[in-house]
């Protein structure tokens, strides 16, 4: 314990004795663990924004007008049965009928357009899908030759055009986003790693008569590399500090107002009934990475035997 207690006071004064450099450190090692802890956020709240709008996506097949309940049910059968599909409903026109008048409920205009006399909406089923990644496959049972009389000569499925083009894009940001994130936390984790790296083998060079006497009066090596992991280590109990309160700061702050735009109530679930576990994991992150970089530079450029 006095070892350890001995170790602590000596990396403490490692990181002042070279304050620039482990300014410089630990503004990079808060950037690293900001920038990981940022995409998960965005990650997370994107994953749930786009879960909600998945929900509401269904691929709506327009039928004719001359087509059967049973010949429908026979439909529905085929495509419940199809993978990927989650479920079908059959929609009838008074059902669609229902839907458009409560769509439009505040729009008289609109209203008045289409009556229970006069009522041009298709019967249809509607298919929600479990991966919009692989509606393509559905829209081939749909289009195979047994039912080619059942469907609308004209748009027979929803899913084309300005509506297939719109999920294209919600998916495409949903993985670009995920990945950009994946990509710049990996970049700056290695950029921190190599600043470390550097500020450790710098603090080597500047102690190194110190580490000779150390070495000439017996001290272990235990000893004598402890001050520089628990100096590199330093650098990321700082940065989780810091990170965490900004990244707490900015979803309970900017929450409601991006709120319109993105699910954030999920993410300040996450922060107020899990705030140990995520101070936790960015503080192993970063103890990890420092501690990583200091046994790098050491097995590099300290030779104690």
Known sequence: MIQLIRIMK???RNFFRNLW?????????????????????????LTSTIAQVVEKIDVSVYLKDTVTVAQANNMKATLESTPNVESVTFVSKNDALLIYREQNKNNKELLA?????????PQSLAIKSKDVNKID???AVVNRAQFKDFL??????????????TIDRIVGASNFIKQAGLLASGLFVIISTLIIFNTIRMAIFTRREEIEIMKLVGATNWFIRGPFIFEAALYGVIGTVISVALCYSLVLGAGPQLGTYIDTQNITNIFKSNPFLIVGVELLIG????????LLAMS???KLS
């Open 10 to 12: 000596t990396g403490f």
């Open 21 to 45: 450099l482990s300014t410089a450190a630990t503004a990079v090692m808060t950037i690293t663990l900001t920038i990981i802890l940022f995409s998960y956020i965005a990650t997370s709240a």
């Open 113 to 121: 357009a289409v009556t229970p006399e006069d009522n041009p909406l």
């Open 137 to 139: 496959p559905i829209i």
């Open 152 to 165: 609308q000569e004209k748009d027979p499925v929803s899913y084309t055009g300005e509506r297939k083009k």
């Open 287 to 294: 103890v990890t990475i420092g501690a990583v970089s200091s």
């Open 300 to 302: 590099r450029y300290m």
